[in-house]
């Protein structure tokens, strides 16, 4: 079976399953041999921001010549950058040698009645598979959704355990309120293994405390207070660490997003603990948050054109946030490109971006999802919302042209909603069929 061969037969794998639980997920790591469950690994949970502070956490462990895999998700433009060694996906020959293995295991489960591991229990064997094949001495899971039944939850002894903002999503599944869906996250906190995580929002820090007392699992937990923000631009933010030893250090992330600090933080402060001991170099640190490219997170793709994968209510603020202190929230000729899928909040995010940002146009389109929202849905919501112009074009490529002609020389288009509009974004520009 060739590469493409093995992706359209991960792409169907929904079609004919469904999520199992961790008992079987464990059984699934069994067949394949515990792989890489002997490595030091660090499991991370949050609603928003998780993807970036493993990513943080990653070039800094690799600041320290550290190997480092990384299993992470949603991707945006190939599968294989779900499995990263040194961040670096891994290559189509590699990624198609564990896809046979695994397949084995997979289909000799559904032999038995055990049924098909699902899309993402499927791949999560993949990476621990890939990474057991390699001389990584840290693993950094990002959970898939939730936590506590998230099939990276059947990894039962991490070295430690990080969770990121909290905020309402996929409801659904997880509860209605943030007290609930704290608790789902707070489900990867293990007897004994200490636990690191973002503080600022009290109902969350509440039920994270409680859980970690519960379970014997040292708890540290990071406000906005660990850190101040010295400088935002449309390139990067600047912040100081809040502590007598880091306090004249300047910490620069070539992202604009204000919720990129608290990111970096926790993942400075993991750093610590993981590295404790150990002979470590702080400018390797600085330089390497410096470096780093994390795609989809206020990332300037082009000299006008930034991509956010922002699509919760909590990420669609914190993007707000980031606008204002850009100064863009007010009219600088900016424009809003959005797109949604249906289980969503989308009403709530366009309600939010409507009432904060003063930008010259909002443009929405369609991703190539079954639950995209039409894009006359979005357009009706807008202007539900504010008397800008809305523009409705359901061709993301279309769409990208319409909002081209609505920003105004100093003006930014940004792209947000879903994580599939990052995606055909940036697919779009890397082959060339749309430039800003």
């Not at 600047?238 to 007598?244: H, K, M, Q, Y």
């Not at 922002?310 to 204002?324: D, I, L, Q, R, Y």
């Amino acid at each position: 079976m060739t590469y493409r061969e093995a992706v359209r037969y991960i792409e169907k794998i929904p079609k004919f399953t469904k999520k199992h639980s961790l008992e079987h997920t464990k059984e699934f790591l069994r067949r394949l041999g515990n792989p890489a469950l002997d490595r030091k690994i660090v499991h991370v949970a949050g609603t928003n921001g998780k993807g970036s502070v493993c990513a943080y956490l990653q070039a800094i462990l690799m600041a320290e010549e550290k190997r480092v895999g990384f299993f992470t998700s949603p991707h945006l433009v190939s599968v294989n950058e779900r499995i990263r060694v040194n961040h670096v996906p891994v290559d189509d020959a590699r990624f198609t040698e564990v896809f046979h293995e695994v397949r084995k295991a997979a289909e000799e489960m559904e032999r038995e009645g055990w049924g098909h591991p699902s899309y993402f229990e499927f791949l999560f064997g993949m990476g621990m598979k890939a990474f057991a094949g390699t001389d990584v001495e840290y693993i950094v899971l990002e959970t898939g959704l939730g936590g506590r039944l998230d099939a990276t939850n059947s990894v039962e002894r991490p070295l430690l355990t990080v969770i990121t903002s909290i905020s309402l999503d996929h409801t659904e599944i997880l509860g209605d309120t943030i007290e609930q869906i704290a608790a789902e996250k707070a489900g990867i906190i293990k007897r004994g293994i200490p636990v690191f995580f973002d503080g600022s929002c009290p109902a969350a820090s509440e039920v994270i405390r409680r859980i970690a007392f519960e379970k014997g699992a040292p708890c540290r937990e990071i406000s906005n207070h660990a850190y101040e923000i010295q400088e935002v631009t449309r390139k990067y933010i600047a912040f100081s660490r809040v502590n007598a030893y880091d306090k004249d250090v300047m910490i620069h992330v070539p992202m604009c997003g204000c919720y990129q600090a608290m990111n970096a933080e926790i993942a400075l402060c993991a750093a610590e603990y993981l590295l404790e001991g150990e002979q470590i170099h702080e400018e390797r640190w600085q330089e390497a948050l410096a470096s780093l490219r994390w795609e989809g997170r206020m990332e300037r793709v082009a000299l006008h054109l930034v991509v956010d994968g922002a699509h919760n209510p909590g990420a669609v603020e914190a993007f707000v946030e980031s606008m204002k202190a850009l100064g863009a929230d007010s009219q600088d000729g900016s424009v809003v490109l959005f797109s949604a899928v249906s289980d969503k909040n989308y009403e709530q995010m366009i309600e939010c971006l409507c009432s904060n940002l003063d930008v010259n146009a909002f443009v929405v389109t369609e991703v190539e999802d079954a639950r995209r929202v039409p894009a006359e849905e979005l357009r009706r919501v807008f202007q539900k919302y504010t008397k800008k112009k809305v523009v409705c074009e359901a061709d993301v490529c279309e769409a990208l042209r319409a909002a081209e002609a609505q920003r105004t020389a100093d003006g930014d288009v940004y792209c947000l909603g879903s994580l599939y509009l990052a995606g055909m974004v940036k697919t779009a520009m890397r082959q060339k069929k749309f430039g800003i």
